[in-house]
C-alpha cells in the first residue's frame, strides 16, 4: 500500500482534510481506504476513483519532495572561543615566553580584534549606535547579539582580557611559586577554573601551598 494525503474535502465522505491516508492502485483505478474499514465499495468510508479525481482530492506522497529542516545556526559558544584563545596562550608558553611577553602578544590582540569588532558593529541595526566597551562589559546582552562575528569578537576580547588579569595575579605572585614554570601556573589557574562551580578569578587562598 502507498500512502497520501487529502488535500480538498470529499463532500458526504468521512475523509480529513489535511489527514494522511493509504491507498492501493489496480488496473487504472485508485481507491483509498479509510483506516479500519478495509473493505472496497463501503459508502462514506473508501473512495474509488480513477487518476483525475484522485489528483483532485489526494496527493501521492512519494511524489512530494521533502526538505530537510534547515538548522539554524547561533554562531560560536563562547566555550569554543576561550578554547582557541587558551590553546594558542598554552603554545605560547610551551614555545618557553613568560608571562610578560605572553602579556603583551593577548593586549595586541585585543587592540586588533577590537578594531574588527567596532566596523562590525557598525554593519549592525540594534549595535551601530552603542558603546563597544558598554556591550563589552554587560555580558548579559551578548545573547541577544544576532551576529556571529561580533558575537566571536566579544568572547575572544573578554576572555583575552581575563586571561591579561590572570598574569598579572601570577606576576604579582611569582616569587610564591618559583619553583613552578609559567605553564605550570597556567595549567593551576585553567584546573582552579574546571574544578570551581563558577568561572571565578583567581584566589590567592586557591594556590596557598
Not at 23 to 38: A, D, H, L, S, W
Amino acid at each position: 500500500m502507498m500512502v497520501c494525503r487529502c488535500i480538498k474535502v470529499i463532500e458526504n465522505s468521512k475523509f480529513i482534510l489535511g489527514n494522511y491516508y493509504t491507498y492501493e492502485f489496480y488496473n487504472e483505478t485508485y481507491c483509498v481506504i479509510k483506516p479500519g474499514k478495509p473493505e472496497y465499495k463501503i459508502p462514506n468510508y473508501n473512495q474509488v476513483m480513477n487518476e483525475k479525481g484522485f489528483n483532485e482530492y489526494f496527493v501521492d506522497m512519494s511524489k512530494v519532495k521533502t526538505e530537510k529542516p534547515k538548522v539554524e545556526t547561533k554562531g560560536p559558544s563562547k566555550l569554543s572561543v576561550t578554547s582557541i584563545v587558551d590553546r594558542s596562550l598554552t603554545d605560547l608558553l610551551k614555545q618557553g615566553l613568560g608571562f610578560l611577553e605572553t602579556k603583551e602578544n593577548l593586549r595586541l590582540r585585543t587592540v586588533k580584534l577590537r578594531t574588527s569588532l567596532e566596523r562590525d558593529m557598525k554593519t549592525c541595526e540594534l549595535l551601530k549606535n552603542i558603546d563597544p566597551d558598554v556591550l563589552l562589559y554587560t555580558p548579559d546582552y551578548w545573547t541577544k547579539v544576532e551576529s556571529s562575528r561580533v558575537k566571536y569578537h566579544l568572547y575572544y576580547i573578554s576572555h583575552c582580557l581575563k586571561r591579561i588579569e590572570d598574569i598579572n595575579w601570577c606576576l604579582t605572585h611569582r616569587l610564591k611559586f618559583y619553583e613552578y614554570s609559567s605553564l605550570q601556573l597556567f595549567n593551576l589557574i585553567k584546573l582552579k577554573e574546571k574544578l570551581s562551580l563558577e568561572n571565578a578569578e583567581p584566589v590567592e587562598e586557591f594556590y596557598t601551598i
